[in-house]
Structure formats: structure tokens, C-alpha cells
DNA sequence: AACAATTATTGATCCAGCTCAAGTTTTTTA
DNA sequence: TAAAAAACTTGAGCTGGATCAATAATTGTT
């Protein structure tokens, strides 16, 4: 427990006006004048520990979350009660998207680490909504773009396991990039066995795989530490035409 | 091209206040106060032929659609040219939102018969939801549906391909009872190359399985039209314990 | 630092479902 | 209504990745 610094009596505090994920956040798209009142509303310096959850499924929904720090997975669980890993949420990533459509949540949200994160109550959504118009347009477009990604991941479902495990690493690199981190170099935050759940391979080819990569020299592996070593060839590998023939449709 | 009954000299008029589907449509979870304010700007009776696009992928978004009658199937392209059967969409449901998120469209929305739709145009959608408040809380809580539609289907994939498809003839059934139509007998409007596309095994697969189940009496099936005999076999197969061994997360 | 528990690696075997192939039926077009 | 095209069925063999198994390396705990 961190019992320093109670922000809210340091004058300089930090809101979504001034935070230094405001472009990558829910002010993504946002009109700057509609950032302030954004700011108001948000909860900020939650904390979660590794391995407590954020929300549970089945839990009502309490609003949009977003990620200062650390990553989450989100995991969603059949009626045996089998984890499927849906999605991994980086620091400056939206999630809770999962409990808007009928105001419970059909996932569970993990922290892989100690997380920080701020809370955007549900409650203030539709009532921010009337008066920040751009808002209800902004919050539409995220959990459509979690659509897409999830167009994208069945996508891959089509190739082989490399072509995964590499589409993986590269995506990983990317949304890191994106919020400023190192892209060739970094730490993967979940186990063999979340990523093996995440991509629809066993664990036991996931380590395979990685281990192949290190082997041809496209990637150095450290335990969880990675380094890329040729994201070109990575790249060739994920695009390579490894499913079944090409049919060219009209 | 039917060009009987101009609709709008009719004083009768479909609008979605009065539209059998008003209950399934856009208008579902819309205030009444709301739904007649959405009438004025919905395009009613537009039409579209077997195999023609409703959008493109890559063309720039133009609003939300709502099916009338016949069914699509909404398909993304890989990089090289293979068609990802993403979803199938049947009367009364809503689609587009895969256009939402950047203003362009990740997927093609193509007729697997003659279908008619209303058409929300979005320039619309952002002026009406100023007016609307609830429009656009159901607007985000459908495109969650979408995004929890598709973990579904992830959840899906780990399991055998006679539980898919098992799956599948459920959920479809189901989805048209939702809609007022037979349950229990139905036409597959997909191909059954397309139902494997859409499920990921191959279209072989798909038609051994369907033979299998007729064998087992579970089903009755010619051609294209089907009829569920044994829906509670059909689920028990759909829910046994294929997939790897059962493990207690705490 | 030593122990325990979890997570990762690596090998060997096996099978569900893919691929290829060759008819058959249904649908479309002329 | 017949011919052509498309979609569907059914068989046979092959393989990518799962599963089982046994060790090794991390990570967490006392």
C-alpha cells in the first residue's frame, strides 16, 4: 500500500487534461474543451495488485477503465469454468467495454502486475454524454475498435502457430511504441500459458516456437525479457501465405 | 426492382414507431418518447441483391443498417485477398459497426439473399445524439453486444468441430425464434463453405458433421433446409467436456 | 540461503481435422 | 428444359499441433 503523496492536496494534480497519456486515453479524439470536464468526473490512482481483479464477471458494470500502469488480462470463462484469455490491456489501453452491453460484466479483468489505473463511473457516462456530445461519440468508437481487434485475432486464427506467435511479438512492440516504451526490447508481462490461451496453441508450442525464433536469430528470449533481433523477417513470417490456397473470390 | 406502393405517399407509412421489428431494431431499450424522433430519420426500404455488397471494406462509413429481411454475411480480407466469414447477420439485427471506429469499414457486408434494410445515416447519429440521449447508450451497448458476440465465438474455437457446429444450428435457431420465426425448422441461408469459414474448419467437415448428426437423429437436414429433432442432445453435445482437461483457477 | 511452488522447456506419441480427389446434387443461366 | 456451373457429399491418407511425461529454471517464501 502506497501511502505517499495524497494528490488531491498537491495543486499541480494530475488530470486528464494534463496526464501524459491524454492522447492515447479516453481524451483520444476528444475535443480539448470537453478534456476538462472529462477530468472532473475520473477517479484516478486506483491501485490492484498482480493477480487481483479488477472487475469480475458477472459483476455490474461501474464504468470505463483506463490504464496508467502495469497490464491486465482480460479473461472470459466457459460454463466448465476454463479460462479464455480475450484480450491483454496495456498501460494507456481502455477496458470495461465488456459490461456495457447489458450492464454486467461478461469478463473478468486480471492484473498481470501492479496496475494504476484511473475509473470513469458508469453512472456519469450518460449524464456526461448530454453535455459532451463528443464523448458518446468517442466511447462508440473504442468498443468498436475492440470489435475490430477481435475481427483481427479470429483472423489469426486462420495461420499457423509461428505466424501467431510472431503476429503476437509484433503486436506487443507496436502498442508499446505507440505509448513510448521501448518497441524492440521489453518485458512480456504473461505467462507462456496466457499467451498459449490468448493465440489458441498449447503452451508447450508456444515455448517451442519462441525457443525456434531465438534459434534462427529473430529474437533473443530472457525468461520474460525479449529483444528483437529482425523484425522484417518476423514480419514475412506473420504475412507468409501458410493457410490454405488462395481463392480468388469476385 | 419493385416499383409498386411508393411508401411515402401511403398515409400508413412504416416508420419505427409503428415497425414489426420495433422491439429488436435500434429502437430496443430506446425511450418510446425517443423512437419517433429516430423515425424521421431513418432510410426505409432499401433493397439488395443475393450477392451484392450492402459496404465495402475500406469505404467510408455511412451509417448504421438494420435488416429488415434476408440475411448477410459480414466477411474481412487478409492481406491476401481470403475471405474471414465474420459474422452472419439475420432479420431485425443491426450492422455497420465495424465502420465506427475509424470512419471506414474493416469488413463487407454481402447478401446471401435479397435482403431489405433501413439505413440510420451517420451524420445523423451524432446531431441525434445531443437530442437523443438514449440513442446513443444503445448504440454503444449494441456495439458491445457485437465485441461480446465475438468472444463467444473465441470461445468456440476451443472446442470440437461437432461442438461448433452443434453450436452453430443453436444459435441460429435461437436468434430466429427471437425474431418470430420457426425454431425447429429453418433454411441455412449460408453455404457450407461458409459456415465453415465462419467457424473455422473446413467446409468437408461441416458436411460430414451435419450427415453425422442426421444419422444420430438429431437433426433432419435436405439441402439447405434443416429441422432440429433432438435440441437437447444437440445442446448436451454442444456443452460436454471436449477440450483440454478441466483446470480450477482460484 | 534453502525450500517450495510455480512456470518453462524439451522429447515422444497420437489423432482430429485438413487436404486431395472423385463423384453427386442443386442452382443458375441460356 | 437442358446444359453449365456451383455447391455438396463421401472416401482415404497425412500432418500440425495437442497431449502426456519428465526435467529444469524461475519466482516466491520462511
Redesign the interface.
Known amino acids: 500500500m502506497i501511502s505517499l503523496s495524497p494528490a488531491s492536496t498537491i495543486k499541480t494534480a494530475v488530470t486528464c487534461a494534463n496526464c501524459n497519456l491524454d492522447n492515447l486515453c479516453i481524451p483520444k479524439g476528444l475535443p480539448r474543451s470537453e478534456v476538462g470536464e472529462l477530468g472532473l468526473l475520473v477517479s484516478r490512482n486506483n491501485m490492484c495488485q498482480k493477480g487481483g481483479a479488477i472487475y469480475h464477471a458477472g459483476s455490474p458494470f461501474r464504468g470505463i477503465i483506463a490504464l496508467r500502469s502495469g497490464s491486465v488480462k482480460l479473461v472470459?470463462l466457459?460454463?466448465?469454468?476454463?479460462?479464455?484469455v480475450?484480450d491483454f490491456i496495456l498501460p494507456g489501453e481502455l477496458l470495461g467495454?465488456?459490461?456495457?452491453?447489458?450492464d454486467r460484466h461478461?469478463?473478468t479483468a486480471i492484473a498481470l502486475e501492479t496496475v494504476n489505473y484511473c475509473h470513469l463511473p458508469a453512472a456519469k457516462i450518460?449524464i456526461l454524454?448530454?453535455q459532451t456530445?463528443g464523448l458518446?461519440?468517442v466511447?462508440?468508437?473504442?468498443?468498436?475498435?475492440?470489435?475490430?481487434a477481435?475481427?483481427q485475432?479470429?483472423?489469426l486464427?486462420?495461420r499457423s502457430a509461428d505466424a501467431r506467435v510472431a503476429c503476437f511479438i509484433l503486436h506487443i512492440s507496436d502498442r508499446l511504441k505507440q505509448r513510448g516504451y521501448a518497441e524492440m526490447e521489453f518485458r512480456l508481462s504473461m505467462s507462456r500459458e496466457e499467451i498459449g490461451n490468448y493465440l489458441?496453441i498449447a503452451h508447450e508450442t508456444v515455448s517451442r516456437i519462441i525457443h525456434l525464433f531465438q534459434d534462427r536469430d529473430l529474437i533473443e528470449i530472457k525468461s520474460k525479457q525479449l529483444k528483437i533481433k529482425n523484425k522484417k523477417e518476423l514480419f514475412d513470417l506473420f504475412?507468409t501465405?501458410t493457410?490454405?490456397s488462395?481463392?480468388?473470390?469476385t
Chains 1, 2 share one sequence.
Open positions: 472470459s466457459d460454463s466448465e469454468g476454463n479460462e479464455l480475450v467495454f465488456d459490461g456495457l452491453a447489458n461478461n469478463c450518460e454524454a448530454t456530445p458518446s461519440h466511447l462508440l468508437q473504442r468498443s468498436c475498435s475492440q470489435f475490430d477481435q475481427v485475432k479470429m483472423m486464427h486462420r489458441g504475412a501465405t493457410p490454405n488462395p481463392s480468388q473470390g
